[in-house]
């Protein structure tokens, strides 16, 4: 899964770019520093952008899972 899908830019004012590579519909997921749930999204596009305007400078963790179960987590700082 780390080929196929790209989350960036890790550091960011508001805006995150999310790259699929597969043809699978992606589910994502964004989560406080609390680890409640803020985000919650179905992306099926090649390239999807998540506005996070409207959230505090924090830092946040996402979850990515695909149709197959597979998983990819990771952290975004919003400055």
Same mark, same amino acid.
């Given at each position: 899964?780390? !080929?196929? @899908?790209?989350? %960036?830019?890790?550091?960011?004012?508001?805006?995150?770019?999310?790259?699929?590579?597969? &043809?699978?519909?992606?589910?994502?997921?964004?989560?406080? $520093?609390?680890?409640?749930? @803020?985000?919650?999204?179905?992306?099926?596009? !090649?390239?999807?952008?998540?506005?996070?305007? &409207?959230? $505090?400078?924090?830092?946040?963790? %996402?979850?990515?899972?695909?149709?197959?179960? !597979?998983?990819? &987590?990771?952290?975004? @700082?919003?400055?």
């Amino acid at each position: 899964m780390e !080929k196929e @899908i790209s989350v %960036y830019p890790v550091l960011t004012d508001g805006e995150l770019t999310i790259q699929n590579n597969s &043809t699978e519909v992606l589910h994502f997921e964004l989560y406080n $520093a609390l680890g409640e749930k @803020i985000m919650n999204r179905t992306l099926s596009g !090649k390239s999807n952008r998540v506005d996070l305007y &409207t959230y $505090a400078n924090n830092i946040y963790f %996402y979850k990515i899972t695909s149709g197959n179960n !597979k998983v990819k &987590t990771g952290k975004i @700082i919003k400055q």
